[in-house]
């Protein structure tokens, strides 16, 4: 057996970085600035800085960051929101608890992300709003996708898993090896929302989330709505939640925030050495074209027999994921929407062959060479 490799290293911290933290959670028990504190408007404005995008507002979760954006386009329950059947139940929940009606649409089989062809075929009169996912890391052409829809309908994009990942497919300095950051396409969407769950890029030590958006009366709204509908402590204007980002949370986040572009790097260096590692195997790797940045919170592969592959890996001592086993449309809690096996077919085989291969920022080449190997070894068997 191999040297275990875990799959993942969660919250990776220099010890620089950890002094910072641990003296900033002091500095906020000393102060006791617990709820909506400063470091929740700094982290805040530190996020929108980075993303280039006007308005960013903290909240509890990447689930309340999506609930929230529903929220706040007054949808009626009669009205159709359309995710993709492959991504974290999440997606599909945030539509439910908003008491909207829940469409799905289909995967393309090359990278995972929702099909725009999909989701044409499946717009009604009803149609209000997609939620694209940048599965895995990667980024959606939201350009394509809005210049395929109507401009009535809301685009949210779910990047709980792509922190500043971009799409430049319009950019003409592209092929040149010149920054296209400047032709990111972030602006086709109305909102955006971000998670910091523990393992994702940017993670917390608890749970947090973010919805971003260049329209300013949006972000009032989801400002009220996660802070209990208030305009101040006891005058409420509407109904809302109790759905804000902890200060200490927040104040973690905004030291790591500094490192996250590092992290970034780090990971995609691995995926390259993947890439080369397993480019002549019968895996189906990650695709990434030169007008993106895949970000690379998950690397997945796509392979036959995919649960005996894993069970070997796993005896090998190298730890493997599977993002995800049962598409959104099969989930038992979801079977009444009446979605059967074979609605969704791309969504479906895809379920059956992805698996994660371990990723971490601090992960040696060493180690990328013998879950490569070991791999090899179990395409084999």
């Not at 539509?95 to 995972?112: P, Q, R």
């Not at 996912?133 to 350009?143: A, C, E, R, W």
């Not at 007008?291 to 592959?309: E, M």
Request: contains cysteine; aromatic residues 8%.
């Amino acid at each position: 057996m191999t040297k275990a490799i875990n799959f993942t290293d969660v919250n990776p911290v220099n010890n620089k970085a950890t002094y910072l933290i641990k003296k900033e959670i002091k500095k906020i028990i000393n102060n006791k600035d617990f709820i909506l504190g400063q470091s929740v408007k700094k982290f805040e404005n530190s996020f929108s800085k980075l993303s280039q995008i006007n308005y960013c507002v903290g909240c509890a979760s990447g689930t309340d960051a999506l609930t929230l954006a529903l929220k706040s386009l007054n949808l009626k329950k009669h009205h159709e929101v359309i995710v993709p059947a492959m991504t974290y139940i999440s997606t599909g929940l945030s539509v439910l608890l908003n008491n909207n009606k829940l469409v799905y649409a289909d995967i393309e089989n090359d990278t995972g992300l929702i099909s725009i062809d999909s989701i044409i075929m499946n717009i009604t009169k009803n149609t209000k709003a997609v939620i694209p996912v940048n599965l895995y890391g990667q980024k959606i052409d939201l350009k394509k996708l809005r210049n395929s829809i109507s401009k009535k309908i809301f685009i949210i994009e779910d990047s709980a898993q792509s922190h500043f990942a971009y799409s430049c497919h319009y950019c003409s300095n592209v092929m040149n090896n010149k920054c296209c950051k400047k032709s990111r396409n972030e602006n086709f969407a109305d909102i955006s929302c971000y998670s910091f769950y523990p393992s994702k890029n940017l993670g917390a030590y608890g749970d947090g989330g973010m919805v971003i958006t260049s329209n300013p009366k949006i972000n009032e709204k989801v400002r009220l709505l996660r802070d209990h509908g208030r305009t101040d402590k006891y005058t409420h204007i509407q109904i809302g939640f109790g759905e804000r980002l902890d200060t200490i949370q927040a104040a973690i986040l905004r030291v790591k925030l500094r490192h996250l572009d590092e992290w970034t790097e780090k990971r995609r260096v691995i995926a390259k050495l993947y890439n080369q590692y397993l480019g002549d195997t019968i895996a189906k790797l990650p695709s990434e074209n030169p007008y993106s940045k895949h970000v690379y919170h998950l690397y997945v592969v796509r392979v036959p027999a995919r649960d005996n592959v894993a069970n070997y890996l796993n005896n090998q001592g190298i730890g493997s994921g599977i993002h995800y086993p049962v598409p959104l449309h099969l989930q038992p809690a979801l079977s009444y929407l009446g979605y059967q096996v074979g609605d969704l077919p791309h969504a479906e085989l895809a379920a059956k062959e992805v698996m994660s291969l371990p990723i971490f920022p601090e992960m040696k080449e060493s180690q990328v060479t013998t879950v490569s190997n070991t791999l090899r070894q179990a395409l084999s068997v």
